[in-house]
């Protein structure tokens, strides 16, 4: 009687883990897009294009102060490979790390960003 109870009670813990914790599963590039696959079994297919222009790091998208100014790094000029890829990086499972032909690699889009940019 003891086991049986033991035996639901885990199978209870991992499906409540499995629900909450949404991860990356695959990605990929293929030509101009990107497809992130997640675990509750949703896609994001993204532009290249705008993945850079929705760049989340603190010299594309700025940081703000206490007081409410928007500081922002020096505005890059984009050119052609600005928004071709060399490689990803995952970041954990919650993330990935795009690194542009430009030079620039410092922005990591979550999963919540990911899903918000995809068409
Ligand atoms: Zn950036």
Known sequence: ?????THILESFQISITMSNNLFIKEFE?????????????????????????????????????ALGNLYKGPTKKLNDSSFQINGI????????RPFWKDGHSTGIFTIELLKELSE
């Open 29 to 65: 590039t293929m030509n101009d897009f990107i497809l992130v696959s997640f675990s509750d079994e949703t896609e994001s297919i993204i532009p290249l294009e705008i993945l850079r222009k929705k760049c989340p790091c603190a010299d594309c998208s700025g940081e703000v102060d």
């Open 89 to 96: 990086q995952p970041v954990g499972y919650y993330g990935i």
């Open 1 to 5: 009687m003891i086991k049986i109870f």
